[in-house]
T-cell receptor, first 112, second 113 residues
Framework: EAQVTQNPRYLITVTGKKLTVTCSQNMNHEYMSWYRQDPGLGLRQIYYSMNVEVTDKGDVPEGYKVSRKEKRNFPLILESPSPNQTSLYFC???????????FGPGTRLTVL | AQSVTQLDSQVPVFEEAPVELRCNYSSSVSVYLFWYVQYPNQGLQLLLKYLSGSTLVKGINGFEAEFNKSQTSFHLRKPSVHISDTAEYFCAVSDRGFQKLVFGTGTRLLVSP
C-alpha cells in the first residue's frame, strides 16, 4: 500500500529542546516537501527536496532544517523550537513528472 | 506570485442541499488547480484537479469544479451533500513544474441534519 508516514503524530515539547519529525514514503517519489498548517493561513511550504541531497527553502523556512540523505526519508528538524512553531505539520511527496502531491497524516506539535 | 483566495471561511448547509465553495486564483501564467479535502484529524486527500482540457472537472465523492479563466475561479460544487462531507476544503494552485502548491486559507463545510 502506497504510504506517507510521519512520526510522531503528536508531540508536546518545551522551548529550546531540539526535536525531529520524521517523514517516510514507500512510493519511490523523488520530490518531498514539508508544510505547516495554521488556522486562517492554510498550508505554507517550509522546505522541499527535488531528490537526494537536493533541498531548498519554501515560503517559511526560518527556524527549520531538513536533510535528504535517502530517497524515502525527509526529516524536519527544529534545532531550538519556539512557541510560534506550534502548528500542524504535513509531509508530502510527488513523483518526478507527476502532477499530484500525496500527503502524510500530519504531526501536531505544541511548543510550550 | 501565485495566490489563492477562498472567500468563505465557513459554509453551513443542511444535508441533501447543494453547496458551492468558492476559490479565486491569481496568476499570470498557465495554472494548474486542485481541491483537497481534510477530514477531522486526518491528512489531505485530493478531491479533483484541473490540468488542461475540459473546464468541468469531476472528482471523488460526487464533487465537481469548473475552471473559469476569465473570472480566474475554480469553484467546487456538489448537488447534494451528506453529513460525511463535513470537512475542511482547500483550493490550491501550482505552477508548470507542479512542485510548489500554494494553498488558500481553507473553507470549513459544516453539514447538519
Amino acid at each position: 500500500e502506497a504510504q506517507v508516514t510521519q512520526n510522531p503524530r503528536y508531540l508536546i515539547t518545551v522551548t529550546g529542546k531540539k526535536l525531529t519529525v520524521t517523514c517516510s514514503q514507500n512510493m519511490n517519489h523523488e520530490y518531498m516537501s514539508w508544510y505547516r498548517q495554521d488556522p486562517g493561513l492554510g498550508l505554507r511550504q517550509i522546505y522541499y527536496s527535488m531528490n537526494v541531497e537536493v533541498t531548498d527553502k519554501g515560503d517559511v523556512p526560518e527556524g527549520y532544517k531538513v536533510s535528504r540523505k535517502e530517497k524515502r526519508n525527509f526529516p524536519l528538524i527544529l534545532e531550538s523550537p519556539s512557541p510560534n512553531q506550534t502548528s500542524l505539520y504535513f509531509c508530502a511527496t510527488q513523483a518526478a513528472g507527476g502532477d499530484t502531491q500525496y500527503f502524510g497524516p500530519g504531526t501536531r506539535l505544541t511548543v510550550l | 506570485a501565485q495566490s489563492v483566495t477562498q472567500l468563505d471561511s465557513q459554509v453551513p448547509v443542511f444535508e441533501e442541499a447543494p453547496v458551492e465553495l468558492r476559490c479565486n486564483y491569481s496568476s499570470s501564467v498557465s495554472v494548474y488547480l486542485f481541491w483537497y479535502v481534510q477530514y477531522p484529524n486526518q491528512g489531505l486527500q485530493l478531491l479533483l484537479k484541473y490540468l488542461s482540457g475540459s473546464t468541468l472537472v469531476k472528482g471523488i465523492n460526487g464533487f465537481e469544479a469548473e475552471f473559469n479563466k476569465s473570472q480566474t475561479s475554480f469553484h467546487l460544487r456538489k448537488p447534494s451533500v451528506h453529513i460525511s462531507d463535513t470537512a475542511e476544503y482547500f483550493c490550491a494552485v501550482s505552477d508548470r513544474g507542479f512542485q510548489k502548491l500554494v494553498f488558500g486559507t481553507g473553507t470549513r463545510l459544516l453539514v447538519s441534519p
